[in-house]
């Protein structure tokens, strides 16, 4: 999807992608943790271990705040979430979202851009 943005001239189309891999990238930030977290599953009560603080549960917990907290992808996943469906037209050109100061500050660059 990238490569077609840049290609077709849709910023549309790469806002879209954005979205996408945020939530990709996410997704592999919880894969690691549950991953993590498994290694340290016993086989005591069907594969479930009585202490919930291990040291597994804990750097699972660790990799999420990493992921979720420090990290830009759930800020900009949240941020592209709602936008994507307004500030876009069905052209996959940006356009302006009435009374939304922060979207409209971040596309004023490439609106610019696109009028040169």
């Known amino acids: 999807m990238l490569t077609d943005a840049l290609d077709e001239g849709k ?3 790469y806002v879209e992608a954005m979205y996408w891999f945020n939530l990709a990238v996410l997704g592999a930030f919880c894969s690691i943790a549950a ?7 016993g086989t005591l009560f069907f594969g479930w271990d009585i202490p919930i603080l291990t040291f597994h549960n804990l750097a699972a917990a660790a990799v999420l705040a990493a992921a979720f907290w420090r990290g830009p992808w759930w800020r900009d996943a949240s941020f592209l979430r709602r ?7 069905k052209n996959g050109q940006l356009v ?3 009374n939304d100061l922060e979207w409209n500050g971040w596309i004023a660059p490439l609106l610019e851009r696109e009028k040169s």
């Open 83 to 89: 936008r994507r469906s307004k500030g876009i037209d």
């Open 35 to 41: 991953f993590v977290s498994l290694l340290g599953k």
């Open 96 to 98: 302006e979202i009435a």
């Open 11 to 13: 910023p549309g189309t």
